[in-house]
C-alpha cells in the first residue's frame, strides 16, 4: 500500500454483515476498538446484522468524521453503500472516495 495510505482508514467492505477496514498504522486504533471493531493485524472488523440501519449509519458516520476512504468500484462498494444512504437522505455529509486504478494507483475524490 501507498505510503500516502498509512495513516489513512480505507473502509473495503461495508455491504454485507461486516463492516473490514484497513488502517496498517493503526493510528486510529482506539477510536475504531470503540465503536465496536476488532483488530485482526491490519484490518478491522465489525459484525453488525444487515437490518441495523440505524446503527449502520452512525458507524458510517464517525468514519466520515475520521477521514475515511471509502473504496470505490461495481456493486455495492463502499462509496455506492454511502451514496444509497445519501440518496435515502440518511448521511448528509460528504465523504472521501479512494478509485483504484492499478496496485498502488489510485484517485481520492470527496463526494
Same mark, same amino acid.
Given at each position: *500500500?501507498?505510503?500516502?495510505?498509512?495513516?489513512?482508514?480505507?473502509?473495503?467492505? @461495508?455491504?454485507? +454483515? &461486516?463492516?473490514?477496514?484497513?488502517? !496498517?498504522?493503526?493510528?486510529?486504533?482506539? &477510536?475504531?476498538?470503540? *465503536?465496536? #471493531? =476488532?483488530?485482526?493485524?491490519? %484490518?478491522?472488523?465489525?459484525? @453488525?446484522?444487515? %437490518?441495523?440501519?440505524?446503527? =449502520?449509519?452512525?458507524?458510517?458516520?464517525?468514519?466520515?468524521?475520521?477521514?475515511?476512504? #471509502?473504496?470505490?468500484?461495481?456493486?455495492?462498494?463502499?462509496?455506492?453503500?454511502?451514496?444509497?444512504?445519501? &440518496? +435515502?437522505?440518511?448521511?448528509?455529509?460528504?465523504?472521501?472516495?479512494?478509485?483504484?486504478?492499478?496496485?498502488? +494507483?489510485? !484517485?481520492?475524490? !470527496?463526494?
Amino acid at each position: *500500500m501507498s505510503d500516502i495510505l498509512n495513516d489513512k482508514i480505507i473502509v473495503v467492505e @461495508l455491504a454485507g +454483515k &461486516e463492516i473490514i477496514l484497513r488502517n !496498517t498504522s493503526n493510528n486510529f486504533k482506539n &477510536e475504531l476498538i470503540a *465503536m465496536g #471493531f =476488532r483488530n485482526v493485524g491490519s %484490518e478491522y472488523f465489525l459484525v @453488525l446484522p444487515i %437490518e441495523d440501519i440505524d446503527n =449502520r449509519v452512525l458507524i458510517i458516520n464517525k468514519l466520515i468524521d475520521l477521514g475515511g476512504l #471509502f473504496s470505490g468500484g461495481n456493486g455495492w462498494a463502499p462509496s455506492e453503500v454511502v451514496d444509497y444512504y445519501k &440518496e +435515502k437522505g440518511l448521511i448528509s455529509a460528504k465523504y472521501n472516495r479512494i478509485s483504484w486504478k492499478a496496485p498502488g +494507483k489510485f !484517485t481520492i475524490s !470527496t463526494e
